[in-house]
T-cell receptor, first 113, second 114 residues
Framework: GNSVTQMEGPVTLSEEAFLTINCTYTATGYPSLFWYVQYPGEGLQLLLKATKADDKGSNKGFEATYRKETTSFHLEKGSVQVSDSAVYFCALSRSGSARQLTFGSGTQLTVLP | DAGVIQSPRHEVTEMGQEVTLRCKPISGHNSLFWYRQTMMRGLELLIYFNNNVPIDDSGMPEDRFSAKMPNASFSTLKIQPSEPRDSAVYFC????????????FGQGTRLTVV
C-alpha cells in the first residue's frame, strides 16, 4: 500500500536557520506529492506540490523536489522565520486526486527569535 | 469565500452521549472529506462524499460513527455512543471535485470525551 514516512519531530531552529524536513514515500506507479502546513489552531493548507519526477514545488520560500530514484520529497527553506512555526505534513496521492491523499505523521517546527 | 466552516470548534462530552459535528464546505465544491487527527494515528480519512453521495467509508472506525450529507452545503459526522478513545480533532475538507489535488480544510473540531 501507499505510505509516507516523515522525519521525527519536533524540530527547533533559530530564526534565519536553514530548514530540511525529510520525507520518503512508498507507492505504486507515479504518485503526486504534496506538503501541507498546519498553523496553530488551524486546518491544513496546501504549501506546495509536485506531480512528476524531477518537478520542484515552491511557495513562500519553501521548496521540495520530487526524486523518484530515492522516493523522496524533502522540504527545504533557506532562512526560516518565527511565523513558519507550524506542523508540516508530507502527503501523496497515487491518482493525483485529493480523495486519495495519504498523509505522513507530521513534523512540528518551532522557530525561536 | 469564508472557507470550510466547522462547528463546534470544541466539544466536551461524557462517555455514552451522542456527539454531532457539523461542516459547511466551500460553495461550489462537490467533494467532501472527514478526517480524524490523533497523536497516535496521525491524520486518517474517515469518509469521502462526492455530489452528496458517500463514496468511500472504509475509514469509519465502527458502527458508532455515521456521516450524512443531505445537501451540497452541509454534512454531519455523528458518534453514538461516544467513548473516550474517540477524543481527537476532526477535520472536514472539500474540493471542487474530480481529479483536483488541493483539499481545503476547516479549522477542525476538538472533541474530548470524558
Amino acid at each position: 500500500g501507499n505510505s509516507v514516512t516523515q522525519m521525527e519531530g519536533p524540530v527547533t531552529l533559530s530564526e534565519e536557520a536553514f530548514l530540511t524536513i525529510n520525507c520518503t514515500y512508498t507507492a505504486t506507479g507515479y504518485p503526486s506529492l504534496f506538503w501541507y502546513v498546519q498553523y496553530p489552531g488551524e486546518g491544513l493548507q496546501l504549501l506546495l506540490k509536485a506531480t512528476k519526477a524531477d518537478d520542484k514545488g515552491s511557495n513562500k520560500g519553501f521548496e521540495a523536489t520530487y526524486r523518484k530514484e530515492t522516493t523522496s520529497f524533502h522540504l527545504e527553506k533557506g532562512s526560516v522565520q518565527v511565523s513558519d512555526s507550524a506542523v508540516y505534513f508530507c502527503a501523496l496521492s497515487r491518482s493525483g486526486s485529493a480523495r486519495q491523499l495519504t498523509f505522513g505523521s507530521g513534523t512540528q517546527l518551532t522557530v525561536l527569535p | 469565500d469564508a472557507g470550510v466552516i466547522q462547528s463546534p470548534r470544541h466539544e466536551v462530552t461524557e462517555m455514552g452521549q451522542e456527539v454531532t459535528l457539523r461542516c459547511k464546505p466551500i460553495s461550489g465544491h462537490n467533494s467532501l472529506f472527514w478526517y480524524r487527527q490523533t497523536m497516535m494515528r496521525g491524520l486518517e480519512l474517515l469518509i469521502y462524499f462526492n455530489n452528496n453521495v458517500p463514496i468511500d467509508d472504509s475509514g469509519m472506525p465502527e458502527d458508532r460513527f455515521s456521516a450524512k450529507m443531505p445537501n451540497a452545503s452541509f454534512s454531519t459526522l455523528k458518534i453514538q455512543p461516544s467513548e473516550p478513545r474517540d477524543s481527537a480533532v476532526y477535520f472536514c475538507a472539500s474540493t471542487p471535485g474530480g481529479d483536483v489535488t488541493e483539499a481545503f480544510f476547516g479549522q477542525g473540531t476538538r472533541l474530548t470525551v470524558v
